[in-house]
């Protein structure tokens, strides 16, 4: 269950679009194996422009929504303080000087690459990566354990999810297609109506620009 | 690695990434063993090599994740145009390959968040999109184990390296269960296979 929300409301909000731009682009510079926690650091805790509470609510939407989560959190914000331009600024710090400062290191690492040295050590950075990744997934698992399907049924779709598209390698279209459409009607139907109006705290709008 | 890209096969590669955008839940990185599939198995437009550095250099780098998917663009431009050394049409054809796959990936879901964003956050407590959110849950966790998986484990011809494995492994436990800075890991990794001992 989420927190209570807090009655403090967000004390400051950017106040140009070129803000909105360098805020977004500095976070994402910041972001080294991911971005989440740096944006909970400056958008929450630093420049005060979101509650703990609003940053929760409005990451669990961006989670729903498909698409790379912290771009979608960009353009939710971006959108609630200048509207369509908002988001554009908000979604073009984000990706403009990090895609050229990634693509200049591959460029600089081209030719390193090649020799034995600059093979192994990516081989090395891939096994890290590949370690990272599947952290994320376990550090995940406990929030299953408040699925309404139950935590040992929401683990066996887990593990039939893993050998589907990690064993026997199947489209995932076809994965998602049966055994997602299968999991969603599966906790509907667990999910009480009743569980409707507890499901969140009543928080008010968030005012529309 | 070099391959030949023709007109029909960008707009397969753009309409690829736009099906995808709409099938990343819970993030881009869950739809790297379909990108596998695509990029490796069915069209060799990059090599296995080629799209773990990928992913690990985009983990190294700072920024979003999802930049991972500009770097498999630029290098299928660089397979497909004869890479840097032939000059601006290297460049070019690159560059085309991160645009086309950076816009196919993103444009989707952006517009589908833009719009849905509001709705959204108004109907949140909405059963149904309750039961979406949380009957997607076990799927998006087994999703990210098997991308991890995938990229310890290759494509079915490579050979198992239990070295690989190990370092994966010991990477994974230390995530999962300390604060270590991830730029220590994948510093430490780089080092380790430089010495050639992963």
């Known amino acids: 269950m989420p927190p209570p929300a807090l009655t403090r409301p967000a004390t400051a909000r950017p106040r140009s679009l070129g803000e909105l731009y360098w805020a977004f682009t500095l976070l994402a510079l910041q972001g080294f194996g991911g971005v989440l926690a740096v944006v909970q650091r400056e958008l929450v805790e630093r420049r005060r422009w979101l509650t703990p509470d609003e940053f929760i609510e409005d990451w669990a939407v961006a989670q729903i929504l498909p698409g790379p989560n912290v771009v979608n959190l960009t353009v939710m914000l971006g959108d609630r303080y200048f509207g369509w331009r908002g988001s554009a600024a908000a979604f073009a710090g984000v990706l403009s000087l990090p895609s050229i400062v990634v693509i200049a290191m591959a460029v600089a690492l081209e030719n390193v690459a090649d020799t034995a040295a600059g093979q192994g050590a990516l081989r090395g950075l891939g096994a890290v990566a590949a370690g990272l990744i599947t952290a994320t997934g376990l550090k995940l698992m406990p929030a299953l354990r408040s699925n309404p399907v139950g935590y040992r049924p929401a683990l066996a779709v887990t593990c039939l999810t893993f050998a589907a598209v990690g064993v026997l390698r199947l489209p995932l279209p076809w994965v998602l297609a049966v055994l997602g459409t299968s999991a969603c009607a599966w906790a509907w139907f667990r999910l009480k109506p009743s569980d409707e109006r507890r499901a969140a705290p009543q928080q008010p709008e968030a005012p529309t620009p | ?198």
Request: glycine share 10%; net charge positive; aromatic share 8%.
């Open chain 2, 1 to 198: 690695m070099t391959s030949s890209l023709d007109g029909s096969d960008w707009l397969t590669l753009f309409v690829q990434f736009l099906l995808l955008s709409c099938l990343a839940v819970g993030g881009a990185i869950t739809t790297t063993p379909e990108m596998h599939r695509l990029l490796v198995d069915s069209h060799q437009w990059l090599t296995n090599e080629q799209f773990v550095a990928s992913i690990a250099l985009a983990q190294a780098a700072p920024g979003p994740n999802i930049l991972f998917v500009a770097l498999m663009g630029w290098n299928v431009g660089l397979n497909a145009g004869g890479g840097l050394a032939s000059g601006l049409v290297g460049w070019m054809t690159a560059f085309a390959g991160m645009v086309v796959t950076m816009a196919g990936m993103l444009i989707p879901s952006t517009c589908l968040t833009y719009v849905a964003t509001r709705w959204g956050h108004r109907n949140r407590e909405l059963r149904a999109v309750r039961a979406f959110k949380q009957g997607m849950a076990p799927l998006v966790v087994a999703l990210l184990i098997a991308t991890g998986w995938i990229l310890v484990r290759g494509d079915a011809a490579s050979t198992f390296n239990p070295r690989t494995v190990a370092v994966a492994l010991i990477s994974m436990l230390v995530v999962w269960r300390t604060r270590v800075h991830l730029l220590w890991l994948l510093g430490t990794g780089a080092l380790l296979g430089a010495m050639g001992m992963v």
